[in-house]
């Protein structure tokens, strides 16, 4: 190796040695999963500047596998992607816990096209790095270049490896918190947020809102008849049904936008964030329908038909305050219920007094 060169290299590992030692600082510094995969981010990207590269965890409910990060050309198309452990070259990193250095992926059988397709970017090299952590694979950092782009090296391999165990150590611990955190938020019955998370964060999305101009929804349902299913098969049933119900409106929302909560007894609210009044209406016709086509409790040797009432309100259409907000919503949902049930209402306009207008039907729970 010639002086230069010899500099070079040298200069390149006072530089990883450097970023390591930084990146150790860091991680430890913070348990916000956020922040600790934004550092993530910044560290890959300088560090080994490529072209491409994806953070892809696993999502915990479903199994699945998604792009948590997605940097570079084509980026943005692949977020709204999954796919399933051992499919593609990643899948086969998260599945087998093992590192990957492809330097033509045109040659390797495991490769997915699809995600290139999505993308409108062409793979060349690709390197891709499992994040493992207390011998459990998290997910997988996968760095792409493409056919203009010198091809990925055993010492990118091993620094992004590097890279991988701090993040790994780093994740897992962020998650651990953020459980701890869950327990004073969740519903212990249905697995979704509870009415007190609802209130304190309606009112934090109503003031973002307000300061972006963004519109913000909530849909409230009540689960019709919901009372016969306790009465006829005990109330351990009746809890059974309950998550079964958080469970499908979980599945029904958006990734990271909406959020599902147990409002109490049989009523559950969805908050849409930036979606106006029209699209509410629309997922709430979702929920609607996804009610009719499910039926419930079959683990149990029964076969449940159910259905649910459903209201709809906006901000800052139907209310000025996060507590309005959600009185404007309940009142369409009975509204609904008063429309005999299986149905849909949407708010009315405030009153002069800038509170909802209540809706003339008696609450008879269920």
Same mark, same amino acid.
């Given at each position: 190796m010639n002086p230069a060169d010899l500099l070079s290299a040298m200069k390149r590992t006072v530089e990883q040695l450097a970023?390591?030692? $930084?990146? &150790?600082? &860091? @991680?430890? !510094?913070?348990? $916000? /999963?956020? $922040?600790?995969?934004? @550092? %993530?981010?910044?560290?890959? !990207? &300088? /560090?080994?500047?490529?072209?491409n590269w994806s953070l892809i965890l696993q999502d915990e409910r479903t199994g699945k596998l998604y792009f948590e990060i997605a940097v570079g050309e084509g980026a943005e198309a692949l977020k709204g992607l999954q796919l399933n452990p051992g499919e593609g070259i990643a899948g086969a990193v998260f599945s087998s816990g093992i590192a990957r250095l492809v330097h033509d992926v045109g040659g390797d059988p495991s490769f997915a096209p699809r995600f290139d397709e999505a993308s409108a970017f062409h793979t060349r090299s690709l390197l891709a790095v499992p994040l493992v952590a207390r011998e459990r694979v998290l997910g997988v950092i996968e760095l792409v270049n493409g056919p203009t782009e010198p091809g990925f090296t055993h010492d990118d391999l091993t620094a992004l490896s590097a890279i991988a165990d701090y993040a790994a150590i780093a994740i897992e611990n962020a998650r651990n918190f953020r459980r701890v955190q869950e327990l004073t938020i969740t519903d212990e019955h249905t697995g979704c947020f509870n009415a007190r998370h609802l209130r304190a964060q309606l009112e934090q999305e109503v003031k973002r809102s307000a300061r972006f101009r963004h519109p913000l929804s909530l849909v409230f349902l009540d689960l019709d008849h919901f009372k016969s299913i306790n009465d006829r098969h005990g109330h351990l049933v009746g809890s059974a049904t309950l998550k079964e %119900?958080?469970? /499908? /409106?979980? !599945? @029904?929302?958006?990734?990271?936008?909406? &959020? %599902?909560f147990r409002y109490g007894g049989d009523e559950f609210a969805v908050m849409l964030i930036e979606t106006d009044t029209e699209g509410a209406q629309v997922i709430a016709q979702r929920i609607c329908e996804a009610f009719r086509g499910q039926r419930f409790l079959r683990e149990q040797g029964l076969d449940v038909a159910l259905t649910a009432s459903v209201g709809v309100a906006s901000f800052p259409d139907h209310a000025s305050t996060s507590t309005d907000l959600i009185r404007a919503a309940d009142f369409a949902m009975y509204a609904a219920k008063g429309r005999g049930r299986d149905g849909i209402a949407v708010a009315e306009a405030p009153s002069a007094e800038g509170t909802p207008r209540e809706v003339p039907y008696a609450r008879s729970g269920g």
């Open positions: 970023a390591y030692n $930084e990146m &150790a600082k &860091a @991680l430890t !510094s913070t348990l $916000e /999963l956020r $922040e600790v995969l934004a @550092l %993530v981010m910044q560290k890959v !990207s &300088a /560090l080994l500047r490529p072209r %119900v958080g469970d /499908l /409106l979980i !599945s @029904l929302g958006r990734h990271n936008l909406d &959020a %599902v």
